[in-house]
């Protein structure tokens, strides 16, 4: 599956953005889908990810209650609404599929075998 992610900027402390990850190659609703970042000399690392019916959500607990993951399988699309930014989640977006036949949401990068090529996102204070 290929997946290309968009909808990264420059915002201001407190503001809002909606990244989104378009999927293509294979069929969608088979795969858990994941938000990861990684911020300069740090590693990547977990944000939140859905499972495949988007009825099972995770999260990192830093942007609980202020990031929300969702899906269209109809339009072979997660998202990624982030509101009340914060100057510390800046950092380089991807979007992650993790192939059927596992169980669970995963929150590990070893879990997910398919990546979109990252979206920088630059919160301001």
């Known amino acids: 599956v290929q997946l290309q992610a968009s909808g990264g900027g420059l915002v201001q402390a407190g503001g809002s953005l909606r990244l989104s990850c378009a999927a293509s190659g294979r069929t969608f609703s088979n795969y858990v889908m994941g938000w990861f970042r990684q911020a300069p000399g740090k590693e990547r690392e977990f944000v939140a990810a859905?499972?495949?019916?988007?009825?099972?959500?995770r999260y990192e607990d830093s942007v609980k209650g202020r990031f929300t993951i969702s899906r269209d399988n109809a339009k072979n699309t997660v998202y990624l609404q982030m509101n009340s930014l914060k100057p510390e989640d800046t950092a380089v977006y991807y979007c992650a599929a993790r192939p059927p036949g596992f169980s669970g949401i995963g929150s590990m990068t070893s879990q997910y075998n398919y990546w979109g090529q990252g979206t920088q996102v630059t919160v301001s204070s």
């Open positions: 859905i499972s495949y019916s988007g009825d099972n959500t």
